[in-house]
């Protein structure tokens, strides 16, 4: 349940806040080394994020980090009803 609850608050920033989400992104990728950065810089490319402009400017990557939002929140949301369900 508790992975659902992270899911839905994650997925709420991604929708509300996307430029703060990637802004956080690719900081959080900057400082990272090995295989973190591998794995932040593959979302990076997934997202079309190109982390030498201000990427949370563009309006497309704005659109697509809401929809990752809205797909977080979806999967959250049945990962707590599923455990509701089985708490029941």
């Not at 508790?2 to 900057?30: E, H, K, Y």
């Not at 979302?43 to 994020?49: A, E, H, N, V």
């Not at 980090?65 to 455990?83: K, P, T």
């Amino acid at each position: 349940m508790l992975a659902g609850f992270v899911l839905i608050a994650c997925g709420f920033l991604n929708i509300f806040a996307p430029s703060l989400m990637t802004r956080w992104q690719v900081q959080s990728t900057a400082k990272q080394v090995g295989s973190r950065h591998a794995v932040g810089s593959a979302i990076q490319r997934l997202l079309g994020i190109d982390s030498t402009t201000d990427p949370w400017d563009d309006g497309g990557v704005k659109s697509k980090v809401r929809l990752l939002g809205l797909v977080m929140s979806v999967i959250g949301l049945g990962a707590l009803i599923v455990g509701l369900l089985l708490l029941s």
